[in-house]
């Protein structure tokens, strides 16, 4: 199970720097070194994977590892949006 756990944030944080890598994520207006969060974030999602190779079947491992950076390419715009609108709706 612990596996299970390493595989998931391997593939959540990839996900997460190529969302960054993006030029319309909303994280930041600052511009961010593009390559730099591209190659980390193929390399995340990659050592990710072969984690959760190691841990379940091959189909089983590419759902999960599709089902957790989905999540995060959902979840991540609309919260960082949201704190957004939030925090300057109290200024």
Do not use: D
Request: aromatic letters at 14%; glycine letters at 14%; proline letters at 4%.
């Amino acid at each position: 199970m612990t596996l299970f756990w390493i595989g998931a944030a391997l593939v959540m944080a990839g996900a997460f720097l190529l969302y960054l890598a993006s030029p319309n994520q909303s994280v930041t207006a600052a511009a961010l070194p593009r390559r730099t969060f591209g190659w980390g974030g193929a390399a995340g999602l990659s050592g990710g994977q072969a984690v959760l190779l190691g841990w379940a079947g091959p189909a089983t491992a590419v759902f999960i590892a599709l089902t957790f950076a989905s999540l995060v390419w959902s979840i991540v715009p609309l919260l960082f949006l949201w704190l957004g609108t939030r925090n300057g709706a109290e200024r």
